[in-house]
Every structure is written in C-alpha cells, then in structure tokens.
C-alpha cells in the first residue's frame, strides 16, 4: 500500500530479502495457504504417514531451506521463498491440528495462546528493528523476525479457521465468505480511511490464512460436512501447478528487473 514510482522495487532489489507486494503475491499466498491446509490433510490422513511424522519431515524440510536462504542465497529467490511459505503453511496447520486433535487443547484457547504469541513476535521485532514493514527486510536479523511471525501467522489462522467454521459452525463456504469479506474491509479501511499501510498489509496476510484454509475444507470436505468432496490429490495437484507457474514467472521477472510503478500493500 505504498506507491513506488520509477524505481525498482523489493521484487526487483537485490538486497531485498521478500517479494514486491503486488496482486501476484496475494495469489501465490492464498494459494499456498489452501496448499497448507489439503497438503497437511493429504499426507497426513490420506496418505496415512500421521500428523507428527509429517510434522517432522516439514520442520526438516522448512530448517534446510531456512538454512540455504540465510547461509547463501541472502536474498529473495522465489523458489526458494514460496517453497518456504507452502512448508510453513503445512507446518502451521499440523502444530495446531496436533495440539486440537491430539493434545485436545480447545479452539479457542489455542486461538488466544497464539495471538499473544504473534503479538509478542511483532512486539520484539518493531522494539529491535522500529519497523515491522516488509520492504525493509534487507538483512538477516529482520528476515528471522519475519520468518517465525509467518509460522505464527499460519498457526494462528488454521486455528481461527477451524474456530470459525466447525466450533461456531459458521461451515466452510460462510467462513470463506467471512474472511473474504473481511480482508476487503481491511483493503477499503486502507483506502478510503488511511489505516496504516504496515497494520493493514499484517491484517491482511493473517486473515489469508484462514481464508485459504476454508477454501480448502470446502474442495475437499464431504458434502455432508459442507464440503464439495473433490479428491485431496486434484484439489493439491493442481493448486501446486499454479503456484509452480507463477513462481516461475516471478522467477523470470528477477531474473530481468525492471523499473515498477505499483501500489502495494
């Protein structure tokens, strides 16, 4: 939600460490937020490799890529960078379905608990750094700040998701509805009301996540659940295809940076 005119942006930036924030980022997101939530779903159940197995395997896969990205690369490589997310989306639906359906914490505590936490994230980033923004994560102090307010972020909004939708039994498509209602307040309180582009971009990306997971649960869920009962494999095949076409896109446009005129969030 900032204008850039004439300049390169983050996308373009070499010392950038995360994409420019432009529609296309906001798809690959909500997409993989939906990955997040059939994925951990499919390998989990569908697959019958169980939540803490799977749970592990991503935290390997989530700590070599961390590894590449602070170690070498040290800066934004899409493939690198959105391989991240999808894993962190995973990652963030299994440790709250973990602690749900097999601890048997309550939504709703749960919920809190990871409120305050990510709370306390933005807290100690901004008193470290004075600036939660993403365009000015250029080093590895900030990224790291970032990087586990993300995997809150999904945390929380798998929780809030399932709160929603099953708990109050709001079901699937109503929650979709709700959440994409409500980042569209947030991009209108934006504009027409001047809230914070920072606040708003943070909003927004919280509320993705269970938007994300409620498209998912509607694909994939029984009808008799609510759901439209497509096979896990379709519904992740083919939202894997896409993210894989635009982040290969935004590979190229990397690859040749070009001055932007755009306004984000």
Not at 41 to 47: E, K, N, W
Request: glycine share 10%; aromatic share 12%.
């Amino acid at each position: 939600m900032q204008n850039h005119t004439a300049t390169p942006g983050p996308l373009a930036t070499a010392l950038s460490r995360v994409p420019e924030v432009a529609l296309a980022f906001w798809v690959i997101k909500t997409l993989s937020t939906t990955v997040g939530e059939t994925g951990a779903d499919f390998l989990a159940g569908g697959m019958g490799w169980g939540m803490p197995a799977v749970a592990l395997i991503v935290l390997t896969a989530i700590g070599t890529l961390l590894y590449l990205q602070f170690a070498h690369l040290k800066r934004y490589v899409p493939a690198n960078y959105w391989g991240l997310v999808v894993l962190m989306s995973v990652e963030g639906t299994l440790i709250t379905d973990i602690l749900v359906d097999n601890a048997g914490v309550p939504l709703t505590s749960l919920s809190a608990v990871f409120t305050v936490l990510m709370a306390a994230g933005f807290f100690i980033w901004y008193r470290n750094e004075r600036t939660l923004s993403i365009h000015a994560i250029d080093n590895a102090k900030r990224e790291a700040y970032y990087w586990l307010v993300i995997l809150l972020a999904f945390a929380l909004g798998t929780g809030v998701g399932d709160l929603i939708a099953e708990h109050f039994a709001l079901g699937y498509a109503n929650a979709l509805a709700l959440f994409g209602g409500a980042i569209a307040a947030v991009w209108l309180a934006h504009k027409a009301f001047g809230l914070n582009p920072v606040t708003a971009f943070w909003i927004a990306y919280v509320l993705t996540r269970p938007l994300g997971a409620s498209l998912g649960d509607l694909l994939i869920q029984a009808p008799a659940d609510g759901g439209l009962g497509i096979d896990m494999a379709t519904v992740n095949i083919a939202f894997v295809a896409v993210i894989v076409w635009l982040v290969g896109y935004a590979s190229l446009v990397v690859a040749q940076p070009v001055a932007v005129s755009s306004e984000t969030w």
